[in-house]
């Protein structure tokens, strides 16, 4: 990920630049996008295994796991957010201005801490397979128990000590996945959000004025697919329900489509919060990238609660 890609506000034309942007967007919205797989932990100068699992309704997954060492130990799995990979986000290839998030630094860190880590795709991203239309967390959580299964079937892995970091969707994928799946004893939930106001705040940004009427549409076509509408997704339902699992939240200072106030909710809900860490930032994606600076925070996070 070039440092000209994070610092730049134009973006390059995507593939689709002839279509109009609300149909694009929706598409993005409901179906998602593939970033390519261009890195590897290789290029941290870590091992890894390829890892391929299917999520709790069949479909197939994959990612890596770096191991530790033969040890077994504590894991970490990384859940990532909308249009992402297991490798974080590559600025460039949307229709609006993001930045990108790599994830390969906090996975280091852990690796070194001790921790075995697993990166994978969600379903709808990277090298993983198919499951229309994306839902934010409500049917991915699927794919979060089928990594959850994988850990728990390594010998290496210390089935009592699993911890996940989850970005945006990913974090309200492991926030809804909690209470119905095995134990997850820390999770560092960056950036969750409610859906009705995420995509409020962020249609009116990319198409004006209109743009949340557009977005609140697409409940029609959730109920044709017979998925969960995004108007009713909230994850402060399963947020009352995470139990002993240990929460840190984290929100950026300056996000333009989420709300500290939301987060502050979910922290408040949850059982074992350690509150909401308010990280100075200036937009929604350099919020995320508390996971790519912060590292040594990351890897202390999980030392001192796994």
């Given at each position: 990920m070039s440092r000209s890609q994070a610092e730049s506000p134009e973006r390059p034309a995507t593939a689709e630049r002839g279509l109009p942007k609300l149909f694009r967007l929706t598409k993005l919205m409901v179906y998602g996008d593939r970033q390519p797989v261009t890195r590897t932990p290789a290029d941290v100068?870590?091992?890894?295994?390829?890892?391929?699992f299917t999520a709790t309704d069949g479909v197939e997954l994959r990612g890596w796991f770096l191991p530790s060492g033969p040890e077994r130990g504590p894991a970490v799995v990384f859940v990532h957010g909308w249009l992402w990979n297991r490798a974080g986000n590559a600025a460039g290839r949307?229709?609006?201005?993001?930045?990108?998030?790599?994830?390969?630094?906090?996975?280091?860190?852990?690796?070194?801490?001790?921790?075995?880590?697993?990166?994978?795709?969600?379903?709808?991203?990277?090298?993983?397979?198919?499951?229309?239309?994306?839902?934010?967390?409500?049917?991915?959580?699927?794919?979060?128990?089928?990594?959850?299964?994988?850990?728990?079937?390594?010998?290496?892995?210390?089935?009592?000590?699993?911890?996940?970091?989850?970005?945006?969707?990913?974090?309200?994928?492991?926030?809804?996945?909690?209470?119905?799946?095995?134990?997850?004893?820390?999770?560092?939930?960056?950036?969750?959000?409610?859906?009705?106001?995420?995509?409020?705040?962020?249609?009116r940004e990319v198409l004006g004025p209109l743009g949340p009427a557009a977005a609140r549409s697409t409940d029609l076509l959730y109920a044709l697919l017979r998925a969960p509408l995004p108007s009713r997704h909230d994850p402060a339902v399963p947020a009352r329900k995470l139990g002993d699992t240990v929460v840190q939240y984290v929100q950026g200072t300056g996000d333009p489509w989420g709300r500290m106030s939301i987060v502050e909710e979910f922290s408040d809900l949850t059982p074992n919060s350690l509150g909401v860490i308010a990280y100075p930032s200036t937009g929604r994606y350099e919020g995320y990238q508390y996971v790519s600076k912060e590292a040594a925070d990351v890897a202390a996070f999980f030392t001192a609660n796994l």
């Amino acid at each position: 990920m070039s440092r000209s890609q994070a610092e730049s506000p134009e973006r390059p034309a995507t593939a689709e630049r002839g279509l109009p942007k609300l149909f694009r967007l929706t598409k993005l919205m409901v179906y998602g996008d593939r970033q390519p797989v261009t890195r590897t932990p290789a290029d941290v100068g870590l091992d890894f295994e390829d890892a391929v699992f299917t999520a709790t309704d069949g479909v197939e997954l994959r990612g890596w796991f770096l191991p530790s060492g033969p040890e077994r130990g504590p894991a970490v799995v990384f859940v990532h957010g909308w249009l992402w990979n297991r490798a974080g986000n590559a600025a460039g290839r949307v229709p609006f201005v993001d930045r990108d998030v790599d994830f390969l630094p906090a996975a280091k860190a852990l690796h070194d801490a001790g921790f075995h880590v697993l990166l994978f795709d969600l379903s709808n991203h990277g090298e993983s397979g198919k499951r229309p239309p994306l839902t934010m967390g409500r049917w991915e959580a699927r794919d979060f128990d089928g990594a959850m299964g994988y850990l728990r079937s390594r010998d290496d892995v210390d089935a009592a000590r699993i911890g996940a970091l989850g970005t945006s969707a990913g974090a309200n994928t492991v926030m809804y996945a909690i209470p119905g799946g095995p134990p997850v004893k820390a999770l560092l939930a960056v950036q969750p959000t409610r859906l009705p106001v995420f995509n409020a705040n962020f249609s009116r940004e990319v198409l004006g004025p209109l743009g949340p009427a557009a977005a609140r549409s697409t409940d029609l076509l959730y109920a044709l697919l017979r998925a969960p509408l995004p108007s009713r997704h909230d994850p402060a339902v399963p947020a009352r329900k995470l139990g002993d699992t240990v929460v840190q939240y984290v929100q950026g200072t300056g996000d333009p489509w989420g709300r500290m106030s939301i987060v502050e909710e979910f922290s408040d809900l949850t059982p074992n919060s350690l509150g909401v860490i308010a990280y100075p930032s200036t937009g929604r994606y350099e919020g995320y990238q508390y996971v790519s600076k912060e590292a040594a925070d990351v890897a202390a996070f999980f030392t001192a609660n796994l």
